[in-house]
């Protein structure tokens, strides 16, 4: 399936994670851990069928269904991973389309992607970067134990791949409702990887789409953010998006 319960659920309010390019849930193993005393965390994977989505469109339309079908009217908060925050922020729309209120969404050290780059040739060199990531090394142990999992070591490529075209062509529309970017406060980890200006901003080039944009910075790089190292970190500050939402909600 592609939502996967990482703690054992209790009906309690819902913290659900989007994969990065990889697809996996798997790195999402210490942070569900640090949130699972108060919250139902789940992880959204890409799951293998007859035919891949496409788009960051395709995936959020699959995912919301998916939680849809056991969020009942439970407080919901929605963090998306690298490529992941992509798809968080057109869940979210999605929902906001229904007014359905989520008590919070988060990007994780996600950039604007590049076709939403006025400026052609910072849009080109930003994907020229995104392109000389290595995805794969980027996942580290999460995918050699994914491939190990589903003896399908040739598959984790082609969806990191699959992801990366989908993250490139995505040129979202502005979003008026509330997101919170947690930036990662180590430089990306190679050096080879140079982004234009605008994406090496504070707000990774978010402002212009997401007018109600705050920033926060987490340790860690882009991979390290959610490692077991950094899991109570991350942890700490979605308890506090989310309890400051409920908080208000009760007031």
């Known amino acids: 399936d592609a939502l996967v319960p990482l703690v054992p659920p209790g009906g309690r309010p819902m913290v659900v994670l989007v994969h990065g390019a990889g697809g996996s849930v798997l790195p999402f193993h210490a942070v569900a851990s640090a ?20 788009s960051i469109e395709e995936l959020a339309d ?18 998306g991973w690298s490529v992941g925050g992509c ?24 950039w604007l992607p590049p076709a939403a780059l ?27 134990r994914l491939a190990e999992l589903t003896e399908a070591a040739g598959h984790i490529p082609a969806l990191l791949e699959r992801h ?15 997101v919170r970017l ?30 109600d944009l705050a920033v926060s910075e987490i340790p860690g790089n882009h991979f390290t953010l959610i490692s077991e190292e950094n899991s109570a970190h991350l942890a700490g500050v979605i308890h506090e998006i989310v309890d400051d939402v409920l908080s208000f909600d009760e007031i």
Do not use: C, K, N
Not at 87 to 105: F, I, N, S, Y
Not at 167 to 176: V, W
Not at 186 to 198: G, K, L, N, Q, T
Not at 200 to 206: A, L, V
């Open 87 to 110: 798809v968080a922020l057109e869940m979210a729309r999605r929902w906001q389309a229904r007014d359905v209120e989520l008590a919070g969404v988060a990007l994780l050290d996600s």
């Open 35 to 54: 949130l699972g005393e108060r919250y139902d965390v789940y992880g959204l994977q890409a799951v293998d069928g007859a035919r891949e989505a496409e």
């Open 182 to 211: 947690l930036r990662a406060a180590e430089p990306y980890p190679d050096p080879r990887v140079e982004f234009p200006a605008i994406l090496r901003r504070e707000d990774h080039g978010w402002r212009e789409r997401i007018p």
């Open 164 to 178: 990366r075209a989908a993250f490139l062509r995505y040129a979202p529309e502005p979003y008026p409702g509330a």
């Open 62 to 79: 699959r995912y919301v269904t998916a939680v849809d079908a056991v969020r009942g009217s439970r407080p919901l908060f929605l963090a």
């Open 118 to 144: 006025a400026d052609e040739p910072a849009a080109r060199r930003a994907r020229e970067a995104f392109g000389a990531m290595d995805l794969l090394a980027g996942e580290g142990d999460a995918a050699a």
